[in-house]
């Protein structure tokens, strides 16, 4: 278990539709990154919120969109969803300050879009 | 340009033997960590072993090494005594800079298959 916890694990939905996917960090974690896996693409990195502020920001469309909240849970917003953007969606955290700096993930949430 | 290049889709390998997955990296850091994961199939990501740029040690964490050769810019991850649990995607990344709290780029992974 990586203490990060993200829901919902699957989620099916319609071309169009608007989901979000939530995740929260490990315990003590200030970092949370959000990446999406899909097959041809492998794993890509979407967007990186630190401490409430938006860090880094990767391969992120512009339906997507994220927040991370006082509490440092974050969620990942995506709207008008295509087939394209069936994956599966990973939540990590870290923590800060020297090496290694690994990113520990949470399960994921599958997308599927019919 | 890919950062990170894993040029093995699969990858199969008898049990209790050795398998070394491939993985090269392009970056202009003088700085920067280099990570292998492993995805099973349940789909978590398992974090296995880190190089720091710096180390000039491979790294090994019990069956796991890391053959780091800076020069050729590669981080190939060696595993001893296979086993069947084994069977996985691997995922080889890298972190530029020298500090947590930066994303990682993965590679688009390797396909290990132990058989018995």
């Known amino acids: 278990d990586s203490g990060v916890t993200q829901t919902p694990k699957h989620l099916i939905t319609a071309t169009g539709q608007r989901v979000t996917l939530r995740c929260s960090p490990r315990s003590g974690d200030l970092s949370v990154y959000w990446y999406q896996q899909s097959l041809d693409q492998g794993l890509q990195f979407l967007i990186q919120?630190?401490?409430?502020?938006?860090?880094a920001k990767g391969n992120i469309l512009e339906r997507f969109s994220a927040q991370q909240f006082p509490d440092l849970h974050s969620e990942l917003n995506l709207s008008s969803l295509e087939l394209g953007d069936s994956a599966l969606y990973f939540c990590?955290?870290?923590?800060?300050?020297?090496?290694?700096?690994?990113?520990?993930f949470g399960e994921g949430s599958r997308l599927t879009v019919l | 340009a890919q950062k990170i290049t894993q040029t093995q889709p699969g990858m199969f390998v008898q049990e209790k033997e050795a398998v070394t997955l491939d993985c090269t990296y392009d970056t202009s850091d003088q700085s920067y960590g280099l990570f292998w994961y492993k995805q099973p199939s349940s789909g978590e990501m398992i974090f296995l072993i880190y190089?720091?740029?710096?180390?000039?040690q491979n790294a090994t964490e019990g069956r796991y090494s890391l053959n780091f050769q800076k020069a050729r810019k590669s981080a190939n991850l060696v595993i001893s005594a296979s086993q069947l649990g084994d069977s996985a995607m691997y995922f080889c990344?890298?972190?530029?800079?020298?500090?947590?709290?930066?994303?990682?780029?993965f590679g688009k992974g390797t396909t290990l298959s132990v058989s018995s």
């Open positions: 990590a955290s870290s923590a800060e300050g020297g090496a290694p700096g690994e990113l520990f």
């Open positions: 990344a890298m972190r530029e800079g020298n500090q947590a709290g930066t994303a990682l780029i």
């Open positions: 919120y630190y401490n409430g502020e938006e860090r």
């Open positions: 190089q720091g740029s710096y180390d000039e």
